[in-house]
């Protein structure tokens, strides 16, 4: 499984922090990430995998829940659809 995390939102210390003990916590492990600040706002991209099958409605569930803490914007999507995308 493979999966895109995107996190959006005023920047705040800790939030690096929170997001990549949550991706681990869910047995995830981070393949690639990129981080900026844009003006005042904070922007990440991380390409996560796991060997395991997991739920992605759990996975969007607890990364939502987490950027309700964080005072972040966090959306998970499967990197099948982005591949779909281009075999069009």
Known sequence: MKAIITVVGKDTQGIVAGVSTKIADLGLNIDDIT???L????????IV???EKKDFAILRSEL???GERLQ???NIQSSAIFDAMHNL
């Open 35 to 37: 981080q900026t600040i």
């Open 64 to 66: 939502e829940a987490l």
């Open 72 to 74: 972040v914007k966090i």
């Open 39 to 46: 003006d005042e706002y904070f922007t990440m991209m991380a």
């Open 49 to 51: 995998s796991s060997e």
